[in-house]
């Protein structure tokens, strides 16, 4: 829908009063009605390594959700002051780990006598707390972009991964990319006892994988890849590694948001595509992309926006640079000292991977 006239001219005149005092990030999820404001784009790692890029900017607005503020507000300095424009925009999937659960998990691996083994790798989508946890156990933070590389050098630092907060990530990165099988992967759930697993199973398994999940890419079954084929002769299907394991073991190509933006430049003219991630970027792909004659579909065939990353709308956006321009800092994340630490830890293991 386009956007309101009104506001985007408030937004423009804002952020010109604020010149080089503001650094506006928009993740690819974002609403167009947003993230034409953005002066970078990029998925989860993109950003976090951007976030400190200019640290002339007093002002770091994030476009995006909470884990992806606090990311920033870790990896810059203490005079740069984060902003996220809607404190609601959360991640059902960081909120599936919680700094207590975890605790209680590492207490049953020490149990179990597994926990010296063990290398914590969480994914970006995770609390700060998750991330400082993670730090603290001589662990590394990846994203769905260099997860590959994040399992690899936890290989060789132990010879079980505790991998957090999204099974689905882990699953695939083990068993697409690393040839591992099924069966060395265990699923700990933090509403059972024990994590619903016995000592043999933890002390069996490769792979710990936390029983989290996004419930945007949840919605992807086996289902719409065959419905879609069959629909489409010919159809590349490219999903996120955040789809289920059958999803993206029946697809033709998987990665980040950034990977499905490149790879569909890449495209040649008259290819097909069905895409399994957030439906911002997926519509916003078929509009650019349309004019070269490349096909681009959703690959289900329900709606399906990520609810959190659209809480950050224009209004939002009007509302944080106007009360910015005015001197008066609003929604500010900031991350206690502490915690930040070892999440920094943590997420500078994983800007050093190789
Ligand atoms: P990427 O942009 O890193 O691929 O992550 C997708 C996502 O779900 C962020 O929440
Ligand atoms: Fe979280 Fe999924 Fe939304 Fe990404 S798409 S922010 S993982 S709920």
Not at 97 to 112: G, M, P
Not at 128 to 140: E, N, R, S, V
Not at 186 to 192: F, L
Not at 237 to 248: D, G, I, K, S, T
Request: net charge negative.
């Amino acid at each position: 829908s386009p956007s309101d006239p009104d506001l985007v001219e408030r937004a423009r005149a804002a952020k010109e009063k604020l010149g080089d005092k503001v650094f506006v990030l928009g993740h690819h999820y974002q609403r167009d009605e947003v993230i034409q404001f953005a002066d970078v784009t990029g998925d989860s790692f993109k950003l976090a390594r951007d976030a400190a890029a200019r640290p002339q900017a007093e002002y770091i607005v994030f476009c995006g959700v909470h884990f992806m503020a606090e990311s920033a507000d870790i990896l810059t300095g203490d005079e740069q002051k984060v902003v996220l424009p809607d404190l609601a925009a959360g991640c059902s999937m960081a909120d599936m780990a919680t700094a207590e659960q975890v605790a209680e998990c590492w207490d049953v691996l020490t149990e179990a006598g597994v926990a010296e083994q063990v290398v914590p790798v969480s994914y970006m989508n995770s609390s700060a707390d998750i991330k400082a946890f993670t730090g603290k156990h001589g662990g590394t933070i990846c994203t769905s972009s260099n997860a590959r590389r994040a399992l690899d050098w936890a290989f060789e630092q132990g010879e079980k991964v505790l991998f957090l907060p999204d099974q689905h990530l882990g699953r695939n990165t083990a068993v697409r990319d690393m040839g591992m099988s099924l069966e060395d992967c265990v699923v700990y759930n933090p509403h059972k006892p024990n994590g619903g697993l016995t000592a043999d199973e933890l002390r069996g398994a490769k792979m710990i994988l936390w029983r989290g999940h996004c419930s945007v890419h949840g919605r992807f079954s086996l289902d719409s890849v065959d419905d879609v084929r069959e629909r489409i002769p010919g159809v590349n299907v490219l999903v996120h590694p955040e789809c289920r394991h059958e999803v993206v073991a029946a697809a033709d190509y998987v990665g980040s948001t950034e990977y499905i933006i490149k790879t569909l430049e890449a495209a040649p003219a008259g290819s097909k595509w069905a895409i399994g991630t957030e439906l911002n970027l997926v519509r916003r792909l078929a509009n650019r992309f349309a004019p070269e004659g490349k096909e681009i579909v959703f690959l289900d065939k329900t709606v399906c926006f990520c609810s959190t990353m659209n809480r950050i709308d224009l209004p939002h956006l009007v509302w944080a640079l106007e009360s910015l321009a005015e001197g008066k800092l609003v929604n500010r994340i900031e991350v206690d000292k502490e915690t930040e630490a070892f999440a920094k830890l943590a997420l500078e293991r994983m800007l050093a991977l190789p």
